[in-house]
């Protein structure tokens, strides 16, 4: 079992940056695909970043292409989202997902999730 833990969320103007961590405990993440998903308010869960096990590719949803990076550190057994230019559509709360089971980086199905991290960006 893989518990996945993200922090680094909070409030930050328009034009901001943040960074949130996803520390994986209980199993090694060295062979998982991992995702961070947002839900804003009103609004269904969406895939936004995803990075595949070699950590050679990743995949953006269009409205975050060019501002966040996904990245991973297996060594600390954590994956990262780089969030730069932040706005108000942003906000949200973010999970983070481990271990692609089937579909596509950003639709699929993944078998671990976190709790989640709220990011409030004001205009």
């Known amino acids: 079992q893989v518990q996945l833990v993200e922090s680094g969320g909070g409030s930050v103007q328009a034009g901001g940056s943040l960074r949130l961590s996803c520390a994986a405990s209980?199993?090694?993440?060295?062979?998982?695909?991992m995702a961070w998903f947002r839900q804003g308010p009103g609004k269904g869960r969406e895939g936004i970043a995803a990075?595949?096990?070699?950590?050679?590719?990743?995949t953006y949803d269009d409205s975050v292409k060019g501002r966040f990076v996904i990245s991973r550190d297996d060594a600390k057994n954590t994956v990262y989202l780089q969030m730069n230019s932040l706005k108000p559509e942003d906000t949200g709360m973010y999970y983070c997902?481990?271990?692609?089971?089937?579909?596509?980086?950003?639709?699929?199905?993944?078998?671990?999730w976190g709790q989640g991290t709220q990011v409030t960006v004001s205009s």
């Open positions: 209980g199993y090694t993440i060295f062979f998982m695909n």
């Open positions: 997902a481990a271990s692609r089971v089937g579909g596509n980086p950003l639709d699929g199905q993944y078998r671990y």
């Open positions: 990075i595949d096990a070699s950590g050679r590719s990743t």
